[in-house]
């Protein structure tokens, strides 16, 4: 098995060459120098040539890139509008699904009503919980992508 | 015995040998076996993870526990299918920013600390054995009341297919398996479920629960497991033979613990408020710390793509824990005698036949069953063994990159071992306690750290590693002692019983104390880490 070692760190298979993985940076989690500084900096010199392909103008990009106070603010703004989000959401769940066992504790009766043939906390927790928790998680993924288009429209907005 | 159950297992084990053989031809690198070089699309993946977590306690565990305890048990799928939701909310999208292929790589990329990546090793390989243990000894018992074999060659059979179809596929292979593995185990319990529905139905809809408790819908004799007392009266020894009229009462055995009546259907039947919502934290938050879970998300190509196939996967697992419920339920009509012999894990086993007789139909769904079943083991065990491998591979082999392939068997082989030694000589831990148990050490170490991790700035390697050890090691003393130590009662017994209620904020608060203490070791780049976490990929620098 010798030609069987793995591929370089840095070297994407050709035909997947991956967006999010920048040429040059080891990968992440591999202890070998994954110091992010230089490398990054590296990256904002390749990173020329696809703003040019893009024509945007790329000074947003930098100041992200050399952790500037504006580019550190976006970042934390994106960040919080994501935790903001996913906070909500989860909020949702716990009074949806987590009030639940409280309810029913404090209230007896509501688990004694029956729809269908069937006690109400049996349909809620057997059949209607997966409904809900698919719901809330495509909630999610709407509105995290939103959130990520407009961060990336602020960064690309050629005024900036 | 079933005549169609030993051809049907013999598929199984074939098909998932063949598609591993199959994947092999693509595997070259150690990047094929490790992450599917990354080139795995996100229904397969979605398929694949879905096939990969539902193990033998979602498949035969939940049934057997509704068909024991009732309506309080339903947490338990309830909280599988919830723990996604959480990894979608919290983790799913800047976990594959990171690159962290396994949780000692997020340890690495978050807090730059060798030491909390040792830290996290050991967690890891505890969780993979906790849960690897209990899927192999399922195997064991389901060969035992399927066949008649012991105990010990279902859980050689699964574990050596396993661990050669690891060792020599590697991920790439395990991605298809698993997929296909989930397909087949959603079939096995949809298929049996619409014609037992409809014999409930011809049969007049016998009552679930009738006002005298469960009574034998035909005459049964059941063989008394253990030296036990009927319904607090009559004496019968472990061995005797007791005989039972159709319609006539399942009487209440002493050693055997389970709800009847309003206790089965009604909520708060016997379990405490704290046991329901330290249940609940364990599944919502204890999904996200499974390594086996995690190590999918690498597969996507990137952050949105990884938050698409998780919401995928939430769909699938909830369509999956529909049909569970119904065998316990169904189980209460048609095999109640498992009431009485306490071997309810048995229980989507035996159903198929015992409603719908032993002819054609019933032998052949009980087989479909029973593939399902061992499907569920090979799955689950499959993906755990390849993310334990993965992990001795590169942080106990400092194999590091350059690993070649024959070190990554190596490291499938040593990490199969214990596991497989282990659920040799500790037959009779019961199953979905153990995988419950697994989840609240998840759920009191990673979950945390993840958490912390992604959207906290202020987390430092000295306080990650003092949450985890205060909150995974307070949950793994509990498991230890709960596994191993003597029957405990009193108001302590719930608490180590069911530690998440108090292990996850423990962890929450120690992690969060203990790095506002050491502000100073706050990683220099944490700027560029959050970037990276968090902005979509196209933006990359």
New interface residues.
């Given amino acids: 098995?010798n030609?069987?070692?793995?591929?370089?760190?840095g070297t994407p298979?050709p035909a997947?060459a991956?967006?999010?993985?920048?040429a040059g940076t080891p990968?992440?989690?591999?202890?070998?120098g994954?110091?992010?500084?230089p490398p990054?900096r590296t990256?904002?010199v390749l990173?020329e040539a696809a703003a040019a392909r893009r024509a945007s103008p790329d000074s947003v990009?930098?100041e992200?890139?050399e952790?500037t106070p504006v580019?550190?603010a976006l970042?934390?703004g994106?960040?919080r509008a994501?935790?903001a989000l996913?906070v909500r959401?989860?909020l949702v769940?716990v009074a949806g699904?987590?009030a639940l066992?409280?309810l029913?504790?404090v209230a007896?009766a509501v688990?004694?009503v029956k729809v269908l043939g069937v006690?109400l906390?049996?349909l809620l927790?057997?059949?209607l919980?997966?409904?809900f928790?698919?719901g809330?998680?495509?909630a999610?993924?709407r509105w995290?992508?939103r959130n990520?288009q407009d961060?990336?429209a602020v960064?690309r907005r050629p005024e900036a | 015995m079933n005549p169609y159950v030993v051809p049907g297992l013999v598929v199984v084990v074939l098909v998932t040998v063949g598609i591993g053989a199959y994947g092999l031809r693509f595997a070259?690198?150690?990047?094929d076996f490790l992450v599917a070089?990354?080139?795995v699309s996100p229904a397969w993946n979605a398929a694949a993870i879905s096939g990969e977590y539902l193990s033998a306690a979602s498949f035969l565990g939940v049934a057997g526990l509704v068909l024991r305890y009732g309506?309080d048990v339903?947490?338990y799928?309830?909280g599988f299918?919830?723990g996604?939701?959480?990894l979608?909310?919290?983790v799913a999208?800047p976990l594959r920013?990171?690159?962290?292929?396994?949780l000692?790589?997020?340890c690495?990329?978050r807090l730059?600390s060798?030491l909390l990546r040792r830290l996290a090793t050991v967690f890891v390989v505890f969780i993979g054995c906790l849960y690897l243990v209990p899927q192999l000894q399922g195997a064991g018992l389901t060969f035992t009341t399927v066949t008649g074999a012991p105990y010990e060659w279902g859980a050689l059979l699964v574990g050596v297919v396993v661990t050669a179809n690891v060792a020599l596929g590697g991920m790439r292979a395990i991605t298809f398996v698993q997929a296909f593995q989930y397909w087949l185990k959603l079939t096995a319990l949809a298929v049996p479920v619409i014609f037992l529905m409809l014999q409930w139905q011809s049969d007049g809809r016998p009552a679930v629960t009738p006002p005298a408790g469960p009574v034998f819908a035909t005459a049964t004799t059941v063989v008394v497991q253990q030296d036990a007392v009927l319904d607090g009266t009559v004496k019968v020894r472990a061995g005797e033979e007791l005989t039972f009229a159709a319609g006539e009462r399942v009487p209440e055995v002493s050693s055997v613990d389970d709800n009847r009546g309003v206790a089965w259907?009604?909520?708060?039947g016997d379990s405490s408020?704290f046991a329901?919502?330290s249940l609940?934290l364990a599944t919502f938050l204890g999904t996200m710390g499974l390594p086996h879970v995690l190590v999918r998300f690498y597969t996507n190509?990137?952050?949105?793509s990884a938050?698409?196939t998780?919401?995928v996967v939430?769909?699938m697992v909830?369509?999956f824990?529909?049909l569970p419920?119904m065998y316990g339920v169904l189980g209460r009509v048609y095999t109640p005698q498992l009431l009485m012999t306490g071997q309810t894990d048995a229980v989507v086993l035996l159903l198929p036949e015992a409603a719908l007789g032993g002819g054609h139909l019933g032998q052949f769904l009980g087989a479909l069953v029973t593939a399902g079943a061992l499907a569920a083991f090979l799955s689950t065990s499959s993906g755990l063994l390849t993310s334990v491998a993965g992990v001795v591979f590169t942080d106990i082999l400092h194999a590091?990159?350059?690993?070649?392939?024959?070190d990554f068997r190596l490291a499938t082989v040593l990490a199969a071992v214990l596991p497989l030694g282990l659920s040799l000589y500790v037959s009779n831990m019961d199953v979905s306690r153990v995988v419950g148990l697994a989840f609240a050490v998840a759920a009191s170490s990673f979950c945390p750290l993840l958490v912390l991790g992604i959207?906290w700035r202020g987390l430092t390697d000295v306080g990650a590693a003092a949450g985890i050890l205060a909150g995974g090691g307070a949950a793994m003393t509990a498991v230890l002692l709960t596994v191993m130590g003597p029957p405990l009662d009193g108001w302590y017994a719930q608490l180590i019983g069911q530690p998440a209620a108090w292990t996850v904020p423990l962890a929450f608060v120690v992690m969060v104390a203990g790095s506002l203490l050491t502000k100073r070791r706050i990683p220099p780049?944490i700027?560029?880490?959050?970037?990276?976490l968090?902005?979509?990929?196209?933006?990359?620098?």
Avoid: C
Wanted: glycine share 12%; net charge positive.
């Fill in positions: 098995m030609g069987d070692t793995g591929d370089a760190a298979r997947r991956e967006p999010g993985d920048a990968r992440a989690g591999r202890p070998a994954a110091t992010a500084l990054l990256r904002v990173g990009r930098a992200l890139a952790q580019g550190e970042v934390k994106l960040v994501q935790l996913a959401l989860s769940v699904l987590g066992p409280l029913f504790a007896p688990g004694r006690n906390p049996w927790l057997g059949l919980s997966f409904p928790l698919l809330v998680g495509w999610y993924v995290a992508e990520e961060f990336t960064i | 070259r690198t150690t990047s070089s990354r080139s309506l339903l947490w799928p309830v299918a919830a996604y939701l959480a979608l909310l919290f999208a920013r990171s690159g962290a292929f396994t000692p790589d997020f690495q990329v730059r060798p259907l009604l909520p708060g408020l329901t919502y609940i190509p990137d952050g949105a938050r698409r998780t919401l939430l769909g909830g369509l824990y529909l419920t590091e990159r350059g690993g070649s392939v024959r959207w780049d700027g560029s880490t959050m970037l990276r968090h902005a979509p990929e196209e933006l990359r620098l």
